[in-house]
């Protein structure tokens, strides 16, 4: 009974944290500025992150692989946001100022 | 179910690959490559391929990435377009494409257990590293000791390579180019000088885990010597190229490159010497089977050595050049 | 031939279509780091191959696991191969480069055409 239901929660946090990754990857498309758009994409990094390794740990039981599941949790949520910030940072510092009218050239 | 997504992955690779040709940037280009061989490092994951994943992970999405760009800032960011001579090199390249899909409908089909690349070789090297050698990790043992004398040669290339570059940028820069020693990196960026300082004694122990479990996981020295490579040129990018060269001067860089594959070379004649033929493990200890995990592990260390000290050298030799204003 | 044989088939054809994209870029480009990256497609594509060729259906990486028995691995010996090709890869990448940084300080400009006008 509790298999099952640890089951169908792991299920739903994998759902949830796909359906995050999708938002993510929607905005990073439509949305018109390059800050919004790594706003967008940066909810990948956390949110989905932190949703699809939770239902990945539920599913692997209480074993080693939960523990190292949740160092490479711990390992992308420090790196990748870091990774946002310099991109940010390096586009404010060459010149880019966060408008929310103009709709940048693609490279 | 794992065909759709082995497909939705290989589809994937043929987008990137695209995008790359198309791109005119060349920044756009170099960070598509970088996701391209991530992409084959998860294709080669879910081809049962875990040694040769982590090392396309390590090497290709890592160090290839930073030798691109090191190389790009010396020289230009945008490439020409030209019309002449496309449509010739089109009809050349789709003559290829539909050759090589024609011959590949004789390959026996994926998966077949068959086909004759798993007849000969194979099953007796699956079958004999229990009895020769005694550690899980089959393809360590292929590496080191079935065929150990690839792995020698290779470890001259990665030498050889290393020496390459440091003679090629060896010379003299033309006028007109400066180069600051005291160049600080990313000191005053506070974020991901916190971050790497938390990142790089993980990186480092984790490139030293990866070493000394080769024979019991995928891992082994060449993933090891791109780990802890990539340890190092994060430090050089926090802190500015003149202090990891400070940390790690270039004796000592050049030390380890030639150490490991002095050491390489030194286990081979030691077996020689001991009375079997040239890297020849048995002979190394009384009993033949922890004779050879002594070799392995040895000679495991000496590669090591080797491609840490090379890919060192190769970043000091990119980073350290004199660039135009 | 039933549509699980295509997709076997699947694998090999997306490494025809690298293959000849790698191709093309080295080919038709006349920037030499372009070129240079499309070498370095063009063996990622060849990797594909090999290890397409080692996957046994139903297997495992070749990791023998202690006391578990009739154990079905994938073929171990192109895993070999391909990485020892690899770190050679990333050996000629990092001379080429070096090659075309000295090109680029000696003529001024890394397009091919310009350099064999400025010869």
């Known amino acids: 009974m509790i298999d099952t239901a640890v089951d169908i929660l792991s299920w739903m946090l994998l759902f949830l944290g796909g359906a995050f990754v999708i938002i993510g990857g929607l905005g990073a ?43 490479i949790m711990l390992f992308l949520l420090l790196t990748a946001p870091t990774a946002s910030y310099a991109l940010a940072n390096a586009a404010l510092q060459s010149g880019m100022r966060p408008e929310a009218r103009n709709r940048d050239e693609t490279l | 179910m794992i ?23 060349l920044f756009v280009a170099v960070m598509l490559t970088s996701i391209f061989s991530l992409l084959m490092a998860a294709n080669f994951f879910v081809l049962d391929a875990a040694d040769v994943a982590l090392t396309e992970a390590a090497v290709g999405a890592g160090i290839t990435t930073v030798i691109f760009l090191s190389a790009l800032a010396l020289t230009a960011e945008s490439e020409k377009t030209v019309q002449t001579g496309k449509r010739m090199a089109l009809v050349v390249v ?24 798993h007849q000969h070789l194979a099953p007796w090297y699956l079958e004999n590293t229990p009895v020769y050698m005694d550690f899980p990790n089959v393809v360590t043992a292929i590496l080191g000791s079935f065929r150990g004398y690839d792995t020698l ?4 290339v990665v030498f050889a390579a290393c020496i390459g570059v440091l003679f090629i940028l060896g010379v003299k820069p033309p006028e007109g180019r400066i180069y600051d020693p005291h160049a600080s ?16 004694p993980f990186v480092v122990l984790f490139g030293l885990y990866v070493q000394f479990h080769g024979e019991y996981g995928p891992g082994g020295g060449f993933q090891a010597g791109a780990l802890i490579a990539s340890g190092v040129i994060l430090y050089a990018l926090l802190e500015g190229e003149a202090a990891a060269l400070r940390a790690l001067p270039q004796p000592v860089l050049m030390g380890l490159v030639i ?17 079997g033929n040239f890297l020849e493990y048995s002979v190394l200890s009384s009993n033949t089977v922890s004779g050879q995990q002594l070799g392995i592990l040895l000679i495991e260390a000496g590669v090591g050595m080797a491609v840490c000290g090379a890919l060192l050298s190769i970043f000091h030799a990119f980073a350290a050049r004199p660039r135009r204003l | 031939m039933n549509l699980l044989e295509l ?113």
């Open chain 2, 3 to 25: 065909i759709l997504f082995g497909l939705f992955l290989l589809s994937l690779l043929v987008i990137t690959a695209l995008a790359i040709v198309r791109t005119e940037n």
């Open chain 2, 185 to 200: 990196g990313l000191r005053h960026h506070l974020i991901p000088q916190v971050v790497g300082r938390l990142l790089i």
């Open chain 2, 94 to 117: 789709a003559v290829l494409a539909t050759l090589i899909i024609y011959a590949t409908f004789d390959k026996p089909r994926l998966g077949d257990p068959e086909a004759p690349v």
């Open chain 2, 259 to 275: 150490g490991g594959a002095c050491l390489y070379g030194a286990v081979g004649l030691l077996c020689m010497l001991l009375g």
């Open chain 3, 7 to 119: 997709l076997g088939y699947f694998n090999y054809w997306v490494f025809a279509i690298v293959l000849t994209v790698g191709l093309y870029t080295v080919i038709a480009k006349v920037n030499l780091v372009k070129k240079l990256i499309g070498l370095s497609i063009f063996q990622s594509a060849v990797f594909l191959m090999y290890i397409t060729m080692d996957k046994v259906e139903g297997g495992t990486a070749p990791i023998i696991q202690k006391g578990v028995e009739n154990q079905v691995f994938s073929n171990p010996l192109p895993q070999v191969l391909i990485l020892t090709a690899i770190v050679v890869g990333v050996s000629t990448l990092a001379l080429g480069l070096a090659i075309v940084v000295r090109i680029f300080e000696a003529y001024g400009t890394i397009e091919e055409d310009e350099i064999l006008d400025a010869d």
């Open chain 2, 153 to 156: 040669g290779e470890v001259f």
């Open chain 1, 29 to 71: 498309l439509r949305l018109p500025n390059f800050y919004t758009r790594l706003h967008a994409a940066s909810l990948t990094e956390t949110m989905a992150t932190i949703l699809i390794f939770a239902g990945m740990i539920l599913q692997a039981g209480l074993s080693l692989a939960a523990l190292k599941l949740a160092a």
